[in-house]
């Protein structure tokens, strides 16, 4: 069991706040690792004319299983460190589908 989502899954009224450290212009999209702090995401858009915040909402929304208009950056658009705010969403359902996620990453080391 991961305890570290009380440190970067927040709940808010509005829905689950996640804390991500974002690489863009890399070679694949895709979770590669995690801290009691955030997530870190590697993103193929560069951070040219918000390429890399359109595709980390498509990537959260697949990965997450959510539809992107559920899903908005609350700060950080312009630096590597996110708030990624997942509206309307429980924290249980959101802790589900990253722990299989986390699982997967455990795995491949």
């Given at each position: 069991?991961?305890n570290?989502?009380?440190n970067?899954?927040?709940?808010?009224?509005k829905?689950?706040i996640?804390?991500?450290?974002?690489?863009?212009n890399?070679?694949?999209?895709?979770?590669?690792?995690?801290?009691?702090e955030?997530?870190?995401?590697?993103?193929?858009s560069?951070?040219i004319?918000?390429k890399?915040n359109?595709?980390?909402?498509?990537f959260?929304s697949?990965?997450?299983d959510v539809?992107?208009?559920?899903?908005?950056?609350v700060?950080g658009?312009?630096?590597?460190?996110?708030?990624v705010?997942?509206?309307?969403?429980?924290?249980?359902?959101?802790?589900?589908?990253?722990?299989?996620?986390l699982?997967?990453?455990?795995?491949?080391?």
């Open positions: 069991m991961y570290l989502f009380m970067f899954l927040n709940t808010t009224a829905g689950i996640i804390n991500l450290k974002l690489v863009p890399s070679s694949f999209s895709k979770v590669v690792d995690y801290t009691d955030y997530l870190r995401v590697k993103i193929s560069p951070p004319e918000n890399a359109k595709e980390l909402i498509s959260c697949k990965l997450l539809n992107k208009s559920k899903i908005e950056i700060s658009e312009k630096s590597k460190l996110k708030k705010l997942i509206k309307d969403t429980k924290l249980e359902e959101i802790t589900q589908k990253l722990m299989f996620v699982d997967s990453l455990h795995k491949e080391k």
